[in-house]
């Protein structure tokens, strides 16, 4: 069986490991220069800043599994057990940053990044289905899993025949607006090095020094889905944020400040299974939309989508 997965996020690579295993021939192709989607890690200087997933908890055995393999390869570390009080329940981080997990996932993965998707359409030959590339190339496949935020896999599919109605058709998301910035000087974050919604803009503030993450004083700040939407647009956002930001400097200051803007940042409405099969099972659609807002959902959804082809 051949299988092209639309996204390298993490999703998408832990569904391709996971046929891999099972002697399946596995293709996947992402738009972006690199792997990870929202598992995103930035340089600025000589600063390592994470901006899309900041930390990750886990609950499932499943995941579990994958995550003591990671620490015992020193790619995971635990931050800490709770932002405001100690909860026990780790708070768990690539030491590296986020986007060095999905970066472990993908090796020895068949993996073309800079290639978009454009649509996917029944095949002439052996296989069942063409994903056709923005270049006017095709990937054949017997199966194909879609892990793009849902509105993108709907629109991907406008050729196939394969209709999404109900809620998928519907279906939305929170965007976020990022802010990265380097310090002269150590941040006031408290102890803990995070802070999570004590704000009017901010729902998250992450210290990547505290994390592990980052050698050069650097802090990511995420703005809340309401305060994203209303500012989407505006034109002066690193001044807007910078002004946000301020309290929370101590006595640092910014030296450098980057905007990155998420806009499928988090599904508003989780799809009651972890993944969605046509009646051939030959479509299959995952992602954090169907497991859960979280990393853990989406590794949950790869796995199941992995699953619904082997069976
Ligand atoms: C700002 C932010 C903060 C977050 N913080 C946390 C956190 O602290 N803890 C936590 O657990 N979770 C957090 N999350 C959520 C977590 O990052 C996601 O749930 C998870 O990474 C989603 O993985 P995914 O594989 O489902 O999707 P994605 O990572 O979005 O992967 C989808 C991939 O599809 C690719 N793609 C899309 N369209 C095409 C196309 N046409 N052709 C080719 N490729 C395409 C994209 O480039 C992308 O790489 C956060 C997310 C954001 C944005």
Redesign the pocket.
Known sequence: MKVVI????????VAARELTGHGVDVCV????RS??????TRRIGSARLD???????VRTPAFQRRVDDWIDRGLVHVWNHGFDDDDGYPRYVGSAG?NSLAKDLARGLDVETS????TVRAANGEQRWDVVIDDGSARPADAVIL???IP??I??LVDSGVELGGPMASADYDR?I?LLATLDGPAALGESGGVQHRDEVFS?IGDNVAKGVSTEQALTF?ANPVWSEEHWDDDDLVDRLVAAATPWLGRASIVQAQVKK?R???PRVVWPEPCWTTADESIVL????FA???????HS??LAAAHALVR
């Not at 192709?29 to 972006?32: E, F, L, P, T, Y």
């Not at 995952?286 to 939309?289: K, M, N, R, S």
């Not at 859960?292 to 989406?298: H, L, S, T």
Request: proline letters at 3%.
């Open positions: 639309v996204g390298a996020g993490l999703s998408g690579l192709v992402d738009k972006g792997v990870g989607g929202r598992l995103a901006h899309g997933a900041q930390f990750f908890t986020m290639t978009m998707a454009f892990t793009c935020p993108q896999s629109a991907l976020t990022g998250f995420h998420w499928f940042a988090t995952a992602g954090d939309a859960g807002p979280k990393v853990e959902g989406a959804s790869g």
